[in-house]
């Protein structure tokens, strides 16, 4: 999806990834997702559909309890004091053609030849990062829908007036500028193949996502915080990667997506935060629930038509290049274990003291093997096909 050039690529182990202990990639636009289509079947934990079989999570999701609903209900007027004022009034947001070449002027030509310039040093592998970050980004409809589907968050007219609903809603604009900018860039950029991203994008949303968090908002709520500061550490990699080759306007857009990501990240994480508060012991064990299923990205079923195994690949490049890595997965979870407090937790039940020491021990554990990995992955090289 990312170079008229088709490409190879010689993938590594990667555990966190799930990745074989070799693969050879030949995608001819290195991006992917899974339709899902109605006569599809699973058997055991493997899904057929399209003409090929991928796992699907059939462990069972832990439930809120019924009573906890009366928490969120409690936490309403701190929400719309604490959580809404995180939300920017649109007309003081940026909107993506404030980064864009002008189409009323006469001007417009000659910058759609200097986007192009800079463009032109831009190397394949981070293009593909750029592309993936636009599937991703532009399948918000599934994303809003699972927030919606929350025991606490749905939005059952469509115009709920609860903080939650408000929150949906307007977190669902703000970020729908992320891959609407991107896409517009690299299609005037003519280094993708704008098609090629539009396919993947309808098969990905087709496909939808399997989280693991089901409609409990305490998995949920911890799931998206671990997210949005995943896309934060991605998009301000990716800055680095772009400016480092010369883009000066790319490397601004990426840094002000990552912007957003972090204010939205902040968000979530308060809520969080709250919990811990309010009702720590449930808060730790649904924490440990997250971690051990692991976070899987909102693209995880991303393909093009092409690679059965597009995500992981696409996910090998990034931490070969240093967009986002197991040890920034690594990296993502301490940061939580430490905002969040979860050494300091006291009047646990025994589940939930196990909860804490499984959480608090996990990173150290991921590092001793990451480590090592890591280093292979930056290894590899790129080969080229023809």
């Not at 079989?53 to 009366?70: A, D």
Request: glycine share 4%.
């Amino acid at each position: 999806m990312v170079s008229k050039l088709n490409s190879t690529f010689i993938i590594p182990s990667c555990p966190v990834l799930a990745l074989p202990p070799m693969a050879t990639i030949k995608s001819k636009f290195c991006m992917a997702s899974i339709t899902l289509k109605s006569t599809s079947k699973v058997k055991n934990n493997l899904r057929e559909s399209s003409g090929r079989s991928y796992k699907v999570n059939l462990e069972v999701i832990r439930p809120m309890p019924p009573k906890k609903v009366e928490i969120f209900k409690y936490m309403e007027d701190w929400a719309s004091e604490n959580i809404l004022t995180l939300l920017k009034p649109v007309e003081k947001c940026w909107q993506p053609q404030d980064f864009l070449s002008d189409p009323t002027s006469n001007g417009f030509l000659e910058q759609v030849k200097e986007l192009r310039a800079r463009t032109m040093e831009i190397p394949d592998d981070i293009l593909i990062i750029l592309a993936a970050s636009i599937v991703t980004e532009e399948a918000l409809p599934t994303y809003q829908s699972r927030v919606n589907a929350s025991d606490v968050f749905c939005d059952e007219t469509g115009i709920d007036s609860t903080p939650w609903a408000i929150w949906t809603r307007s977190w669902s604009a703000e970020e729908n500028r992320h891959g609407d900018l991107l896409n517009k860039y690299l299609y005037l950029s003519g280094r993708v193949d704008t098609r090629q991203i539009e396919k993947t994008i309808q098969y990905l949303i087709g496909s939808g996502m399997d989280l693991g968090t089901g409609t409990n908002p305490y998995l949920g709520l911890i799931y998206t915080s671990f997210q949005e500061r995943a896309t934060f550490v991605s998009h301000s990699n990716t800055a680095r990667l772009v400016k480092k080759h010369g883009d000066i306007k790319l490397a601004q857009i990426c840094g002000t997506i990552a912007a957003d990501e972090k204010r939205h990240e902040s968000a979530y994480t308060k809520i969080v935060e709250k919990l811990f508060e309010l009702d720590p012991n449930e808060t730790i064990m649904a924490f440990a629930e997250v971690m051990r299923r692991k976070v899987s990205m909102p693209g995880h079923l991303m393909y093009d038509g092409y690679d059965q195994n597009l995500f992981v690949n696409v996910s090998t490049v990034s931490s070969r290049i240093g967009a986002y890595s197991a040890l920034d997965y690594i990296d993502v979870m301490e940061h939580f274990v430490d905002k969040w407090k979860v050494e300091k937790l006291t009047g646990l039940t025994s589940d939930g003291k196990k909860a804490q020491d499984f959480v608090c021990g996990l990173s150290q554990r991921m590092r001793k093997v990451e480590g090592r990995n890591e280093k292979k992955v930056r290894e590899m090289q790129t080969i080229p096909f023809s």
